[in-house]
C-alpha cells in the first residue's frame, strides 16, 4: 500500500452531534485522555468559560479565541489520526456548526438519558441527513435515573427517522446501575463511579450462567428478560446498514465517570468510515487522487484591526497538502502558496509540511478565501455540499451613520464571507437583512462593525422564522415573487429566497405552489 492509501485507511474524521449539556464536551475530554493528548483539562475550562458567556463584548472575543483552539482537536489512538472537529452548541451555536458537519466522515450523537432526543440534536441529525453520514449513538448519563433504554429507543426511531442497533444494554441506571452488557464482545462491563481505569469486564457468553446472579444478584433476570426482548425486536448490528446511515449503532454509559466511552471508541475505530470520495460539480473525486483537494468550511477571523488575516479552515478530500507548493483557488483562479500550514492537535497548533485526505488544516488568509472554496494542485472543478443553511433568527440593518454606508457595506460582506451571518436584500426596497442561527452573531456582527469597519448600525427585529430557497421554472418564481413580495429577498449570488413567519406559512405555501421547490440550504 502506498503512502497516501496508508494514511487514508488509518484516519477518522468525526463531529459530536448533542443538545447543550448532553456531555459534549465531558466525552470529548475522555476521547482525548484515552489518546493521551496533553492539556485537556485546559480544554474544558474553556468550553465551560464559552459555556457562560453573555454577550458581554469581551466574551465574545475570549470566545473565538477559545473556539480556534478548539474547533478540531486530533489525537492518536491505536496507531489510528482521530480528527474530532467541534460543533458548537450553546450561545455560540451558528451555521458555522451545521458547516463543519459537512466536513465530518461520520457523527458521533451523544443524548442525555434523562432527556432524551432534544431539539439541536434533531437539526443536527438533518444535516447528517442530507449526505447520510454514519452516525454513532451514545446513551449518557445512565448513572443517573433517565428514561427507560426502550423508550430512548423508541424516541429515536421516532423523531429522528433511524434505526437503532443497541450495542450495549443497560443494567440498572441511576443509584441501581450496575454496568452494560456488551452485545457484541458478550461480556459484562461493572460500572465503578468515577473510574480512572477501564471498567472490569467479565466474559458472559450464556446468560443462564450461575456467574450472572452471583454478579448482579436480582438484576440478573432483569437482563435476561431485556436481552431476550430486544434480540426479538433488533436484528443484529450489520456496518453496511451504519455506513449508509440506515441504522445507529447505540452504546450506553457515563462520560462523567469514564464508563461505556473506551468500548465506544474501540467499535468506532473498527467500524466508523475513513476519509470517503466526495461529490463535486462535475462528478466525484476519489479520495486517493493523488493530486491534492480540499474544501473551505469555515474560517475565523483576528478581531484586530491591525492584523485583518483570518485563518481558513481546510478539509482535505484528495492526495496529499505539502506545504509551500502552489494551488488553485478555483473560484477566483488564483494560485496561492501556504508558508505556514498549521495542523491542530488537540489543544495545540503547529506547522506541518504534509496533510492527508481526512486532515484539517489551517491555513492564514489575507482575503482569498472564502467559504466553500475549492483548492486543488490539480484539474479544476468544484466541491459540492457546502451550502448555506437556512437561517432562523433575522434582523434588518439601519444604518446609523451615513457617512459610513461603505464601510457598513463592506463589514456586512466580509462578515457574510466568513459566515457570521447571511446577507440578504429585500426586493421591494433593497434593504439589508441579516439573517443567522444563533442570536450571539448579531452582538459579534455589530462588535466587529464598529471595532474594525468603524460603522455604526441598529439591527431591526424581524418576525420571520425560517427561510427557504425558492427553485422552479421562472415563470413560476415571477408569479409566487408578485403575490408574496414583502416575503421575498435576494442572497448574496442573487438567488430568490422566501422568509417565512412561521413554519404554518411555510408549510402553506409549499402547499399551495407544488410547482416550485421550496429549499432549507442553498444547492441544489
Ligand atoms: P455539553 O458539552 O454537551 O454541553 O455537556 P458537558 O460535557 O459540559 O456536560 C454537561 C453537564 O453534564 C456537566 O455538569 C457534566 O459534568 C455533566 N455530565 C456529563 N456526563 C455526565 C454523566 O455521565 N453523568 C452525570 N451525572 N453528569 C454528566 P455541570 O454541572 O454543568 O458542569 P460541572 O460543574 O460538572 O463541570
Redesign the pocket.
Known amino acids: 500500500m502506498n503512502e497516501l492509501n496508508q494514511e487514508i485507511n488509518r484516519r477518522r474524521t468525526f463531529g459530536i452531534i448533542?443538545h447543550?449539556?448532553?456531555?459534549?464536551?465531558?466525552l470529548t475530554e475522555k476521547l482525548l485522555l484515552f489518546g493521551g493528548a496533553i492539556q485537556v483539562a485546559g480544554a474544558i475550562k474553556a468550553?465551560?468559560a464559552s459555556?457562560h458567556a453573555t454577550s458581554d463584548f469581551m466574551e465574545i472575543e475570549k470566545q473565538r479565541g477559545i473556539s480556534v483552539a478548539t474547533s478540531v482537536m486530533g489525537f492518536y489512538y491505536n496507531d489510528y489520526k482521530i480528527n474530532i472537529l467541534d460543533t458548537p452548541?450553546?450561545k455560540d451555536f451558528s451555521e458555522d456548526t451545521y458547516r463543519t458537519l459537512t466536513a465530518v466522515d461520520s457523527a458521533i450523537m451523544?443524548l442525555d438519558s434523562t432527556k432524551g432526543v432534544e431539539g439541536q440534536t434533531h437539526k443536527l441529525m438533518e444535516v447528517c441527513r442530507m449526505r447520510n453520514t454514519p452516525i454513532m449513538t451514545f446513551i449518557?448519563?445512565l448513572?443517573?435515573d433517565g428514561k427507560d433504554p426502550i423508550e430512548l429507543l423508541d424516541e429515536i426511531e421516532d423523531k429522528l427517522q433511524i434505526q437503532v442497533r443497541p450495542m450495549s444494554w443497560p443494567i440498572g441506571m441511576g443509584k441501581s446501575f450496575k454496568g452494560v452488557y456488551s452485545l457484541l464482545e458478550k461480556r459484562i462491563f461493572l460500572f465503578k463511579p468515577h473510574a480512572k481505569q477501564d471498567s472490569q469486564s467479565i466474559e458472559i457468553n450464556n446468560l443462564n450462567d450461575p456467574l450472572l446472579d452471583e454478579l448482579l444478584d436480582d438484576q440478573a433476570n432483569q437482563l435476561r428478560d431485556d436481552i431476550e426482548l430486544i434480540s426479538g425486536v433488533y436484528p443484529s448490528f450489520n456496518a453496511d446498514d451504519y455506513l449508509t446511515g440506515l441504522t445507529t449503532p447505540v452504546f450506553f454509559g457515563?462520560?462523567?465517570?469514564n464508563f461505556g466511552v473506551r468500548e465506544l471508541l474501540d467499535c468506532f475505530i473498527q467500524y466508523s468510515p475513513p476519509p470517503q470520495s466526495r461529490k463535486t460539480e462535475t462528478g466525484t473525486i476519489s479520495v486517493d487522487e493523488p493530486t491534492f483537494s480540499g474544501f473551505v468550511f469555515k474560517i475565523h477571523a483576528n478581531m484586530d484591526p491591525k492584523h485583518r488575516d483570518r485563518i481558513a479552515f481546510l478539509r482535505i478530500c484528495s492526495g496529499i497538502f505539502e506545504r509551500g507548493k502552489k494551488c488553485l483557488n478555483v473560484r477566483t483562479g488564483k494560485s496561492l502558496k501556504f508558508s505556514t500550514p498549521t495542523a491542530f492537535m488537540a489543544q495545540e497548533k503547529s506547522i506541518i509540511e504534509k496533510a492527508y485526505p481526512g486532515d484539517i488544516i489551517g491555513l492564514h488568509d489575507t482575503g482569498n478565501i472564502k467559504i466553500g472554496d475549492t483548492l486543488t494542485d490539480g484539474k479544476s472543478f468544484l466541491f459540492k455540499g457546502i451550502p448555506n443553511f437556512s437561517p432562523e433568527l433575522f434582523r434588518r440593518v439601519v444604518n446609523l451613520d451615513p457617512l459610513k454606508t461603505k464601510q457598513l457595506t463592506k463589514g456586512l460582506q466580509q462578515l457574510s464571507e466568513e459566515g457570521v451571518a447571511q446577507v440578504f436584500y429585500t426586493i421591494t426596497e433593497n434593504k439589508q437583512v441579516l439573517g443567522t442561527v444563533g442570536a450571539l452573531q448579531f452582538d459579534v456582527i455589530q462588535y466587529r462593525l464598529d471595532k474594525e469597519y468603524r460603522a455604526t448600525c441598529r439591527f431591526d427585529t424581524l418576525d420571520y422564522k425560517r427561510a427557504c430557497w425558492i427553485r422552479g421554472t421562472t415563470q413560476d418564481i415571477e408569479s409566487f415573487i408578485s403575490k408574496r413580495k414583502n416575503n421575498i429577498c435576494t442572497d448574496v449570488n442573487g438567488d430568490y429566497v422566501y422568509l417565512a413567519e412561521t413554519q404554518w406559512s411555510l408549510d402553506r405555501e409549499i402547499k399551495e405552489n407544488p410547482t416550485l421547490n421550496f429549499r432549507y440550504t442553498s444547492e441544489e
Open positions: 448533542s447543550p449539556d448532553a456531555g459534549k464536551t465531558t468550553k465551560k459555556k452548541g450553546h451523544v449518557n448519563k448513572d443517573r457515563s462520560a462523567l465517570n
